[in-house]
């Protein structure tokens, strides 16, 4: 024994020889199993330490001797995701567009789908929510360059416009100006005219008949007699409240002297088709499809 | 006072072994109250806990009909009338207070009663002690054959075996019960049966009929001596009102052999009635001397009463020497003053005040919930929208519940100060002005609202909109309000 060894006269137990304040700590000992089961935890943090990451390193970390990373868990479990959507995808692929919107469960799919995909491949021109930009259209209102029906809109997804594709959308904005056409001042009253039509103010002292007669003669054959476009042409209607490139003079008066032709690329070929039906989806969901 | 000392516990110092090995315990069998309340009460938890999978409860068509089930794959609990949905789980929180409170009400009154009744771990352990009796024999058997364990029988290798598959059996069946929880149990059963069930059935049964076994078979009441924290927690918990299993030591000290106690009688010198028996020590599921006073291994079980009250009532002398009691008592008693028992006190009754409290917030919650109910966000990208013709349009996300078991057709209103029109994509229907959609049972159901307001009433800043929903057929109505803005 020890000089700690000491009988607690109460208890008739031993003691660890620890005293405070006159009280004495009676010397209990673990039960065997749970020392046991302690040295076995500490195994198992060493065996642990050893067979998955566990160590950070200044440039790196320990990797483990299984290769166990929950990035490769990841990538892993997207792939499963990628499996089971292949089979839902199956199903929209085979709805036409009108059979999807009209089927709960199909147009959740084709709106979940077509809205991460947007966000991937649209969203840098179109904005996140497809509300456009300067010279990019806004998704969301009901101005259509190219048409807002369901079959419409795909079209313009597959092929886009001005993209180079053979079915894409062509027709471009003149550049009255550069090409000599108009002269400057011409352009300016032509300007002030096409205002008049969305009922915007119009500059003092412009001259109303000289700018229909130019509209007339220069601008009617795509926008139509009354302004009102032409989606054919991809001709924006010049009469209602929503302008592509701005609606002041001065932009009207670039826009004119020097034409207009934004690039929409073409989506065929890059997206598959029933993930563009899902797009075609969406953006007819977001609130401007006609 | 006689105080047991073990020789082994005196070689224990600093340079000892760091552990002490377990030292079995052989409880004996008893008769008495406290016994028979122990077989009731383990006959009702047991019959609870096996048998109410199998109840049923008619939901309708489609609806899982099992009483009790808690549906992981479909995010639903059900319980009798009670249909849970994830975003309700806050009562299982007021659950957990009400049954966190119960216990400290349950130790404010009677001690570790909740330990020594109606606990798991006991409930198994003592069913388990029953079959080991059955089998083995009762303490001085269990005692002689595992100390003749050089010489082992064909006849011993089969009680041990007999044992053994008995108490797998029911870890098997508990493994299995629990199971049937969570999903319908006669079809579950009948997969079991054919080896069709699911791998994750098999996993779970495994894991409870190890734990069961190893913890009811083996560890016993090492489980609440060394792993259970609520004896630490009761013990700060608990006042000198509390009822204990007490020795009262102001009765039964001095002890002495019955022959010496009955000879001190005659000469009427005073004796105490403890008869230094043992009895209580050998009852006791835990190993322990009751006399040695309050400690924490003991579980409260009242096996010691009834063992001593046996003893008592064999020697003419009155019963309760051990019994529910306080150390106020045993003071006022050497006093020469009556017991006193309180358990209308203040802990009680904030106790008791508290569970109600809870209880009563749950209950009007639960009473009120609406089964029907819509959630709005506004789109943020963009905000709002210009139309050609000069009018604004917002739009909203909105997620509608049905948590019905029956589809049901919805009118949806958005009302506000702006005249606006309303549009849902995807809705089923138009009645006069009102977009219908049929609301799936027992589902949430995501729509894209558009909310326009002419030119005329484009509103200059953000004004509210109230967006309401109602059930064509009940008449039940839910809303919410959201915000109109101009670009
Ligand atoms: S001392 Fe008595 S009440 Fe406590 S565990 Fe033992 S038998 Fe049960
Ligand atoms: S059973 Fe009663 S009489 Fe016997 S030792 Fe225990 S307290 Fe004393």
Known sequence: MTEHSDIDHVSGRATTGHEWDGIKELNTPLPRWWVITFYLTILWAIGYWIVYPAWPLLWSHTTGIWNYSTRAEVATDLANLEKIRGDKMVALGAASLEEIEKNPALLALARARGKTVFGDNCAPCHGSGGAGAKGYPNLNDDEWLWGGSLDQIMQTIQFGARSGHQKAHEGAMLAFGKDGVLKKDEIVTVANYVRSLSGLPTAAGYNAAAGAKIFADNCASCHGENGKGNQELGAPNLTDKIWLYGSDEATLVETISNGRAGVMPAWVGRLDPSTIKALTVYVHSLGGGK | ?487
């Open chain 2, 1 to 487: 006072m006689n105080k047991t000392v073990n020789p082994t516990d005196l070689q224990l110092d600093d340079d000892g072994p760091l552990y002490a090995a377990r030292k079995k315990v052989y409880p004996q069998s008893v008769s008495g109250s406290f016994r028979r309340t122990k077989w009731g009460l383990m006959a009702f938890c047991l019959g609870v806990y096996y048998l109410l999978p199998f109840a049923r409860w008619n939901r309708g068509l489609g609806a899982p009909d099992q009483a009790v089930l808690v549906d992981l794959p479909n995010s639903r609990f059900y319980f009798f009338f009670i249909e849970l949905w994830p975003q309700e789980v806050y009562y299982f929180t007021g659950l957990l207070i009400v049954a966190a409170l119960t216990l400290f009400l349950m130790n404010a009154v009677g001690g570790r009663i909740w330990c020594g009744y109606l606990c798991p771990q006991t409930v198994w352990t003592d069913l388990f002690y029953a079959v080991e009796r059955w089998v083995e024999g009762d303490r001085r058997e269990r005692m002689r054959k595992d100390a003749a364990k050089g010489t082992i029988t064909f006849r011993r290798a089969g009680e041990i075996a007999l044992k053994h598959s008995i108490w797998l059996m029911i870890a098997w069946w508990t493994g299995g019960a629990w199971v049937l929880y969570f999903t319908d149990a006669p079809t579950l059963v009948w997969q079991l049966l054919t080896f069709q069930a699911p791998m994750i059935a098999y996993i779970w049964i495994g894991i409870l009929t190890a734990t069961t076994y190893i913890f009811a078979g083996w560890m016993r009441e090492q489980v609440c001596v060394y792993m259970c924290p609520w004896p630490r927690i009761q013990a700060a918990l608990t006042d000198e009102w509390a009822l204990n299993v007490t020795y009262k030591y102001d009765r039964g000290e001095a002890r002495t052999s019955l022959k010496k106690a009955t000879d001190l009688r005659a000469l009427g010198q005073p004796v105490g009635d403890c008869i230094d028996c043992y009895q209580c020590v050998a009852v006791c599921p835990t190993g322990i001397d009751i006399r040695n006073g309050p400690q924490l291994d003991c579980i409260q079980c009242g096996l010691c009463i009834d063992a001593c009250d046996t003893v008592m009532t064999k020697i003419g002398r009155e019963t309760r020497l051990i019994g529910y009691d306080n150390d106020i008592n045993i003071h006022r008693r050497q006093e020469g003053k009556p017991p006193i028992y309180r358990i209308v006190r203040p802990r009680t009754i904030t106790y008791a005040a508290l569970i109600a409290a809870v209880g009563a917030v749950m209950l009007y919650a639960l009473l009120t919930r609406s089964l029907l109910d819509i959630n709005v966000l506004h789109d943020r990208n963009p905000v709002a929208v210009k139309l050609s013709d000069g009018s604004i349009r917002n739009a909203y996300t909105v997620r509608l519940l049905n948590k019905r078991g029956f589809d049901r057709v919805i009118a949806i209103d958005a009302d506000g100060p702006i005249n606006a029109t309303l549009h849902v994509v995807g809705a089923d229907s138009v009645t006069q002005d009102r977009p219908m959609i049929i609301l799936a049972r027992d589902t949430t159901t995501e729509l894209r609202l558009l909310v326009t307001a002419p030119a005329e009433n484009n509103p200059e800043k953000s004004v509210p909109v109230h967006f309401r929903v109602t059930d064509i057929g009940l008449g039940e109505v839910a809303s919410a309000t959201d915000h109109f803005v101009s670009p």
